[in-house]
């Protein structure tokens, strides 16, 4: 059956906002590992380097705040393309950072140019991601959760190549040079929002202030669970792993780049295979609550045991590598799920709103792990930091047994897509 004139459409805009939140994403993981690596170099601490990031996370929670409200009133496009033009911004700004500065001018400009970066960055995923529920072909609609899953996965295994990229780039160019290819490249992208719709995602009633707190008690709860669930990954993933790696494993930064660019792709992989995999493996019925208090719970074991493993002298590459890839297993099925679930329990009308205010759970979570990571990696090192994790996967789980199953008709649409 030939597809409708709408339909051919909505799969276009599809495309053009997933090429654009994969071009964007490259550099996000890039800039990440540019910027840890090159002031690890230098001799700053964990905690300093954390704090570098500090502003990035602050102005992310703000950014999904205030971003679906935005998007709502402006449209989707409006905020997507602003989100990859503040990157451009942030690259172009970070490369006049001057190495003979003092440390806490260099500290302070960092984290300016970081929470140009963090606005960019929530403001392209909150658009983005909200777009995939108004851009999805109709045919399509009864597999949303795979289309989701498309996104978010390949977006997961893109970032991967970005902290690739970042490290080689660091080592082929330095720092200065790779911030401003990554500038031109990102640069192109912008041009694709031409060709999408003006109001895509934007409502026709003002939406007061206050409602920006006024969700639903599905997606209240859902959010709690993100917050702690990031947090847990962020905690030992943002500062405390890639400098351990560096200075007490003594790899390179090609080497820790790597690695993190190979688990970032896995974590992605899964994550975009996750609708089939639980379709096979699984019941046949779409993701419930039980699915993601499930998935939640098992993780919680996943940290602990790799802390015990390094308290036990396990070798260290092969604690870290093997725990590390069944964490990553694990905590792509408990996203996946999670990012169809927000979909799930939301409506049309409502989608900015709530994918706003969800992603800004997502980004608290970031702001936490971030701190805690270089914090709690400084005076307790990488076993401190999976300890900590535990607890906030633990806290995740909790938070999730309070959820309730999406409606029915949603429930039911899965299954047919799922098919597919």
Same mark, same amino acid.
């Given at each position: 059956?030939?597809?409708?004139?709408?339909?051919? +459409? /909505?799969?276009?805009?599809?495309?053009?906002?997933?090429? +654009?939140?994969?071009?964007?994403?490259?550099?996000?993981?890039?800039?990440?590992?540019?910027?840890?690596?090159? @002031? /690890?170099?230098?001799?700053?601490?964990?905690?300093?380097?954390? *704090?570098?990031?500090?502003?990035?996370?602050?102005?992310?929670? !703000?950014?999904?705040? %205030?971003?679906?409200?935005?998007?709502?009133?402006?449209?989707?496009?409006?905020?997507?393309?602003?989100?990859?033009?503040?990157?451009?911004?942030?690259? !172009?700004?970070?490369?006049?950072?001057?190495?003979?500065?003092?440390?806490?001018?260099?500290?302070?400009?960092? *984290?300016?140019?970081?929470?140009?970066?963090?606005?960019? &960055?929530?403001?392209?995923?909150?658009?983005? &991601?909200?777009?995939?529920?108004? =851009?999805?072909?109709?045919?399509?609609?009864?597999?949303?959760?795979?289309?989701?899953?498309?996104?978010?996965?390949?977006?997961?295994?893109? &970032?991967?190549?970005?902290?690739?990229?970042?490290?080689?780039?660091? +080592?082929?160019?330095?720092?200065?040079?790779?911030?401003?290819?990554?500038?031109?490249?990102?640069?192109?992208?912008?041009?694709?929002?031409?060709?999408?719709?003006?109001?895509?995602?934007?409502?026709?009633?003002?939406?007061?202030?206050?409602? #920006?707190?006024?969700?639903?008690?599905?997606?209240?709860?859902?959010?709690?669970?993100?917050? @702690?669930?990031?947090?847990?990954?962020?905690?030992?993933?943002?500062?405390?792993?890639?400098?351990?790696?560096?200075?007490?494993?003594?790899?390179?930064?090609?080497?820790?780049?790597?690695?993190?660019?190979?688990? !970032?792709?896995?974590?992605?992989?899964?994550?975009?295979? +996750?609708?089939?995999?639980?379709?096979?493996?699984?019941?046949?019925?779409?993701?419930?609550?039980?699915?993601?208090?499930?998935?939640?719970?098992?993780?919680?074991?996943?940290?602990?045991?790799?802390?015990?493993?390094? %308290? #036990? /002298? =396990?070798?260290?590459?092969?604690?870290?590598?093997?725990?590390?890839?069944?964490?990553?297993? =694990?905590?792509? @099925?408990?996203?996946?799920?999670?990012?169809?679930?927000?979909?799930?329990?939301?409506?049309?009308? &409502?989608?900015?709103?709530? =994918?706003?205010?969800?992603?800004?759970?997502?980004?608290?979570?970031?702001?936490?792990?971030?701190?805690?990571?270089?914090?709690? @990696?400084?005076?307790?090192?990488?076993?401190?930091?999976?300890?900590?994790?535990?607890?906030?996967?633990?806290?995740?789980?909790?938070?999730?047994?309070? #959820?309730?199953?999406?409606?029915?008709?949603?429930?039911?649409?899965?299954?047919?897509?799922?098919?597919?």
């Amino acid at each position: 059956m030939t597809a409708s004139t709408a339909d051919r +459409a /909505n799969l276009r805009n599809y495309i053009l906002v997933t090429i +654009a939140y994969w071009g964007f994403t490259i550099t996000d993981g890039a800039l990440r590992m540019l910027v840890l690596l090159y @002031f /690890n170099r230098i001799g700053y601490s964990p905690l300093e380097i954390a *704090m570098l990031f500090l502003f990035y996370e602050i102005f992310g929670v !703000v950014t999904n705040f %205030l971003g679906g409200w935005i998007g709502s009133q402006m449209g989707l496009k409006v905020t997507l393309y602003t989100g990859i033009g503040l990157q451009v911004f942030s690259l !172009v700004l970070l490369a006049f950072l001057n190495p003979e500065w003092t440390q806490w001018v260099a500290v302070v400009f960092v *984290m300016v140019a970081q929470a140009f970066s963090g606005i960019a &960055k929530d403001l392209t995923k909150m658009s983005s &991601k909200s777009a995939i529920r108004l =851009v999805v072909p109709q045919e399509a609609q009864s597999s949303l959760f795979k289309w989701v899953a498309v996104l978010t996965g390949s977006k997961n295994a893109l &970032k991967g190549v970005g902290f690739f990229a970042g490290s080689a780039l660091l +080592a082929a160019f330095g720092f200065k040079d790779s911030l401003l290819i990554m500038a031109a490249g990102l640069f192109a992208i912008i041009l694709t929002g031409f060709f999408l719709p003006k109001g895509m995602g934007r409502i026709k009633t003002k939406v007061g202030f206050k409602q #920006l707190f006024s969700k639903s008690r599905e997606i209240n709860i859902l959010s709690a669970a993100r917050f @702690f669930l990031f947090g847990s990954r962020d905690v030992w993933f943002v500062v405390g792993l890639p400098v351990f790696l560096y200075d007490v494993l003594g790899w390179t930064f090609t080497r820790v780049g790597g690695f993190l660019a190979c688990w !970032v792709i896995g974590y992605g992989t899964i994550q975009f295979l +996750a609708p089939t995999l639980l379709n096979r493996f699984g019941s046949g019925q779409p993701p419930r609550a039980a699915t993601i208090q499930f998935w939640t719970f098992t993780l919680t074991a996943v940290p602990a045991a790799i802390a015990l493993a390094l %308290l #036990l /002298n =396990v070798p260290p590459n092969i604690a870290i590598i093997a725990g590390l890839t069944i964490f990553g297993v =694990v905590f792509a @099925f408990n996203s996946a799920v999670h990012s169809y679930l927000v979909l799930a329990f939301t409506d049309d009308d &409502k989608v900015a709103l709530n =994918v706003g205010f969800y992603y800004m759970a997502n980004s608290g979570g970031r702001l936490a792990g971030t701190v805690l990571s270089g914090l709690i @990696f400084q005076f307790f090192g990488l076993v401190g930091c999976l300890w900590t994790s535990t607890i906030l996967v633990l806290a995740a789980g909790i938070i999730s047994l309070k #959820l309730p199953d999406p409606q029915p008709q949603k429930a039911i649409a899965w299954k047919a897509g799922s098919r597919d």
